[in-house]
């Protein structure tokens, strides 16, 4: 959505204090049928993302989260 012919709507509430970031990606995820994931360092597999190239995550915009045998969940992140 178009506010200002410049800015989204999520953008303009960010920038006026009433959402944070967040806030904003959570509500878009929600919209997509998306689950929302808040990534934290401290929460990370370093073993996993160390086995993954890095230009290939940072390309992406990736970072995977937990894997079960041979399933990888992957938290995507970047504009919808």
Do not use: C, H, K
């Not at 230009?55 to 992406?60: C, E, K, N, P, T």
């Amino acid at each position: 959505l178009i506010t200002n012919g410049r800015n989204r709507i999520g953008e303009t509430l960010v920038e006026m204090g009433i959402a944070s970031e967040e806030d904003i990606a959570w509500a878009l995820a929600r919209q997509l049928d998306l689950t929302f994931v808040d990534v934290r360092a401290e929460s990370l597999d370093f073993d996993l993302v160390r086995g993954l190239p890095y230009a290939l995550l940072r390309r992406m915009q990736a970072m995977p989260l937990v894997q079960v045998d041979r399933e990888l969940t992957v938290a995507f992140s970047g504009r919808i």
